[in-house]
DNA sequence: CTCAATTCGTAATGGTAGTTCGAAATCGGA
DNA sequence: TCCGATTTCGAACTACCATTACGAATTGAG
């Protein structure tokens, strides 16, 4: 190693922390998603992680802590995929279809960080200010919440969207739906589809489509009908 | 005490013990919505009711039962309320959105009540059979799993729902969603308000609305832009 | 008022999680 | 090889929770 350069010691060192930082973590996210955030000690993701007690306490002082570091690393993965998702639709509708897709995407795929979100929600949620509990939803649509607004109001525009939908609420209450339903299912696991009978993405991909059904224009089917003379309820509502 | 009658003697002690019950299931479901399930001890809950922790002891042996118990008489009153409205409902749609309802006025007057709920499920979703598990959204259509299949075929054939709809899928996915958007908007309770800008319930009836109009068959307002010439979202979709 | 059944309250026990501290081992650099 | 910096280890300590035992107090019935 060469000699005048004190900045690779401090790297060797810090690259061993940071080896160490992640054991810790991949233990940790393994127990968690085994038994439950609430019900795995610091004790125990210590030994998972080959370590002693107190050298536990040079890389975390408390499970919260290591807790915020694991939603870190999963909301980084989360925001760059949808960002790349969104950017490649084309109508509102896609772009919206896009992000339900990320989520399905995701619940098949990466099950137990889908889980570990639940679980986060359910037990830091009472905590948390309002700020860093939507980050969730912030990481979603990294353009912030506003966004939805003008993605319901664009696809209105460009005839992929019900006219009558709300810009400041629809979408928001869309997130919310399939957020819950996807984090639901993810904590339910494969039990609800041994009682179901049906498979988790299945059960997912029906609700996203339902939803969609609800937001779109009203389709081409509907042409069947469209020279109908109006009818009691259209002339009532 | 007198030799023949005992009942009389028994059921002041038993109203006796009734009553220290309720007040200890009280406290705790109060505690439990103020600090998360999980961070509540037994001395907590004894010390909040009153008593002293050998007296618990005569009551309930464990937190968990005290959860169970609470979760009894929660699940009771939605059974009951869910009955009453499926029965006076007409056709499937109005079943459906009946149900939904049920769940917008829980949401609206027993947030507390679907806070536990949504608590419950995330901390002890993972210890449960099957069974157990599911039998929270037995309580939501009394009639069990299946009539969730009769309902959608029963609409499909009244008319009131899409065609297109899988009976043995898509009520299973709208249910968890609902359930899934209905817990998550208790847990977030008010701050989601401050930073969305619309009240829990308006946000959860417009989830509401949004699953209905995807679940019922073409309406009449389509009429409306029936002469209109197709969108570009029409072509390609 | 008295007896008997039941509950209450204090205090003690055992166990576990969290935390701290100094000594020992390890590593990087000359 | 040696020195200083960094990390790890082992042990002790604190604090709190769950649980039990047992005598005191309360309550119901005659």
Chains 1, 2 share one sequence.
Not at 27 to 36: S, V
Not at 149 to 163: K, Q, V
Not at 205 to 211: A, D, F, K, L
Request: charged content about 30%; proline content about 4%.
């Amino acid at each position: 190693m060469p000699a005048r350069d004190a900045a690779p010691a401090a790297n060797k060192y810090r690259a061993h922390r940071e080896r160490q930082r992640r054991r810790i973590l991949d233990a940790a996210e393994r127990l968690f998603d085994e038994h439950g955030i609430d019900r795995v000690t610091m004790v125990e993701v210590t030994s998972a992680s080959g370590l002693r007690a107190s050298t536990m306490y040079q890389y975390f002082s408390s499970k919260d802590d290591i807790v915020w570091a694991i939603l870190g690393t999963v909301l980084a993965d989360l925001a760059a995929q949808t960002k790349e998702a969104i950017e490649t639709a084309r109508t509102a509708l896609d772009k919206i279809t896009a992000m339900l897709e990320i989520m399905a995407d995701r619940l098949t795929n990466d099950q137990a960080k889908v889980r570990f979100l639940a679980q986060f929600d359910a037990m830091y949620a009472r905590d948390w200010p309002a700020e860093r509990l939507l980050t969730l939803e912030g990481q979603i649509n990294p353009l912030g919440f506003r966004y939805f607004g003008t993605l319901i109001r664009e696809g209105i525009a460009d005839g992929s969207l019900r006219p009558d939908l709300d810009p400041d609420l629809t979408m928001h209450a869309v997130i919310n739906a399939v957020i819950g339903a996807q984090r639901r299912l993810a904590s339910l696991g494969n039990r609800v589809e041994l009682e179901y009978g049906q498979p988790v993405d299945r059960l997912f991909r029906e609700t996203i489509r339902v939803i969609l059904l609800g937001l779109r224009a009203t389709e081409i089917r509907a042409a069947r009908v469209r020279c109908a003379p109006p009818s009691r309820a259209e002339r009532s509502g």
